[in-house]
């Protein structure tokens, strides 16, 4: 799954999360206030982002080529500004205590969209909350007739416009900051994965360096267990797999009756020498391996 397809099912997830809670929560408010009349315009609201989730679950089911692009969490993200725009309204128009929420929706497509989604959002952000406070201040929308009871003062031109102001600002200052951390964070995964080719370079360099040698090399845990042999080693001793077998017990199949070659006690570096068959001897020289300060091996 490519990441924005992974982006895409995780905002539905998130989304289903805050809805399932905000319901369960005005529930909770009802059995402890009694009545329904203050709360069912939230029923409204909730029944409205459960059917725009259904509808992005339908387009993600559907329309496959839309998965992977950046459009599909625009659209997702504009659902819930408009949600967010419905809830706002009913709770005290352009003073309502929701509207942190438009910010934390340019957190979310900064994360997700870095720098162009944050800033794209932060603007959406200000026509829907424009749209909003203009549409109360001329009184093109009564929320109070949804059965919404939550006290809201008569907007005045100078209020919506001081408000406005103070929100866009907020908008597009936390819009500037996800900016500059998307491109510290864009930054720092080209700087690791440049690392990464660097290290992945050395790492093939030195197997093929160790793999081209005459002399056989292994490394092995602390309980002896091989953990890489190269071509030579492995022929010299008769294996056929570069790890996952014990290397004492096969120097015992091959003669070698001295003391254990792993043990704690063992002195930190020694050598063996084995005549095998033929003729033919086989020096070993067995020294620790070390990351750090600490042993892991052979």
């Given at each position: 799954?490519?990441?924005?397809?992974?982006?895409?099912?995780?905002?539905?997830v998130?989304?289903m999360?805050v809805?399932?809670?905000?319901?369960?929560?005005?529930?909770?408010?009802?059995?402890?206030?009694?009545?329904?009349?203050?709360l069912?315009?939230?029923?409204?609201?909730i029944?409205?982002?459960?059917?725009?989730?259904l509808?992005?679950?339908?387009?993600?089911?559907?329309?496959?080529?839309?998965?992977g692009?950046?459009?599909?969490?625009?659209?997702?993200?504009?659902?819930?500004?408009?949600?967010?725009t419905?809830?706002?309204?009913?709770?005290?128009?352009?003073?309502?205590?929701?509207t942190?929420?438009?910010q934390?929706?340019v957190?979310?497509?900064g994360?997700?969209l870095?720098?162009?989604g944050?800033?794209?959002v932060?603007?959406?952000d200000?026509?829907?909350?424009?749209?909003l406070s203009?549409?109360?201040?001329?009184g093109?929308?009564?929320?109070?007739?949804?059965?919404?009871?939550?006290?809201?003062?008569?907007?005045?031109?100078e209020?919506?416009?001081?408000?406005?102001?103070?929100?866009?600002?907020?908008?597009?200052?936390?819009?500037?900051?996800m900016a500059?951390?998307?491109?510290?964070?864009?930054s720092?995964?080209?700087?690791?994965?440049?690392?990464?080719?660097?290290?992945?370079?050395a790492?093939?360099?030195?197997?093929?360096?160790?793999?081209?040698?005459?002399?056989g090399?292994?490394?092995?845990?602390?309980?002896?267990?091989?953990?890489?042999?190269?071509?030579?080693?492995m022929?010299m001793?008769?294996?056929t797999?570069?790890?996952?077998?014990?290397?004492?017990?096969?120097?015992?199949?091959l003669?070698?009756?001295?003391?254990?070659?792993?043990?704690?006690?063992?002195?930190p570096?020694?050598?063996?020498?084995?005549?095998?068959?033929?003729?033919?001897h086989?020096?070993?020289?067995?020294?620790?391996?070390?990351?750090?300060?600490?042993?892991?091996g052979?």
């Amino acid at each position: 799954m490519e990441p924005l397809e992974r982006n895409a099912v995780r905002l539905m997830v998130y989304r289903m999360v805050v809805v399932l809670t905000f319901f369960v929560s005005a529930l909770a408010v009802q059995a402890f206030v009694g009545g329904e009349t203050t709360l069912k315009p939230f029923y409204y609201l909730i029944a409205f982002v459960l059917a725009l989730n259904l509808a992005y679950a339908a387009t993600y089911a559907l329309l496959r080529p839309l998965r992977g692009l950046p459009l599909f969490l625009y659209l997702q993200i504009l659902g819930d500004i408009v949600a967010v725009t419905l809830l706002c309204s009913l709770t005290g128009g352009m003073r309502s205590i929701f509207t942190f929420l438009y910010q934390i929706l340019v957190v979310v497509a900064g994360v997700l969209l870095r720098k162009r989604g944050a800033f794209l959002v932060a603007s959406l952000d200000a026509v829907l909350y424009g749209l909003l406070s203009v549409a109360l201040l001329y009184g093109w929308i009564h929320p109070e007739r949804l059965g919404a009871e939550f006290a809201a003062d008569p907007a005045t031109v100078e209020t919506a416009l001081h408000t406005l102001a103070a929100h866009y600002v907020g908008f597009y200052l936390v819009a500037a900051l996800m900016a500059l951390v998307s491109g510290r964070v864009e930054s720092t995964r080209k700087a690791l994965g440049a690392a990464e080719l660097d290290l992945q370079k050395a790492r093939t360099f030195i197997e093929q360096l160790v793999s081209s040698l005459a002399w056989g090399v292994l490394t092995t845990d602390e309980k002896g267990i091989v953990t890489f042999a190269n071509p030579a080693g492995m022929r010299m001793l008769g294996e056929t797999l570069p790890q996952g077998w014990n290397l004492e017990d096969r120097l015992e199949r091959l003669g070698y009756g001295g003391p254990p070659l792993f043990e704690p006690s063992s002195p930190p570096e020694r050598e063996v020498e084995l005549a095998l068959p033929e003729g033919r001897h086989l020096a070993l020289v067995v020294a620790p391996l070390r990351s750090g300060a600490s042993p892991v091996g052979f």
